[in-house]
């Protein structure tokens, strides 16, 4: 009897310990990364590249589920996505949360957006949303209702939820 109280402790622990992962805070859950394909790395100097390599990575991602710390096709978070497109496209290592991902590179105004910028959205006081700007105010991300896809800045919810862009830096290599 004394075994069984104690065997349900610790699966309602586990339990806990899971399930703390679907909180939609400044963490992220973490999980297996989705194997990349080998692909040709585009600089981000290179506006229409880049623009290209975003519509690619649209195309193979497109209504992949939203699943919060998800890193495949079985689902991914917003952050994840970026994570992973800016790894396997432009070959540069993001940090992989939202918050992090916030902090990297130089602040840009709406009007100067470009092609790779990082889009960021807060959601309410605990949670931020990434995604990356491709052009004519759309961006890509992961859309916790509808998956991988393409939104408009001017979207109202969207335009409410802004919180600022970031440009990252492009690596020179050590001369």
Sequence with gaps: MRVCRINQIILAGVC?????????????????????HAMTVVSLSDE????????????????????????????????????LTYRSHFGIELPRTS?????????????????GDLVFFTINPH?????????????????????????????TYWAKKYWKAKRVEIQQPAV
């Design 16 to 36: 806990c310990v899971l399930l703390s992962g679907c909180h939609g805070g400044w963490s992220q859950a973490k999980r297996p990364i989705a194997s990349i």
């Design 127 to 155: 949670t931020r949303h990434v995604g990356i700007y491709v052009e004519g105010r759309k961006f890509l991300h992961a859309s916790k209702s509808s998956g991988v896809r393409l939104s408009s800045l001017d979207n």
């Design 99 to 115: 918050t992090d991902q916030a902090n990297v590179g130089q602040p840009v105004v709406q009007r100067q957006l470009q092609a």
């Design 48 to 83: 229409e590249a880049v623009k290209q390599s975003l519509y690619d990575q649209l195309k193979e991602w497109k209504a992949v589920d939203y699943d919060y710390g998800g890193l495949s096709k079985n689902g991914i978070d917003c952050s994840g996505f970026v994570y």
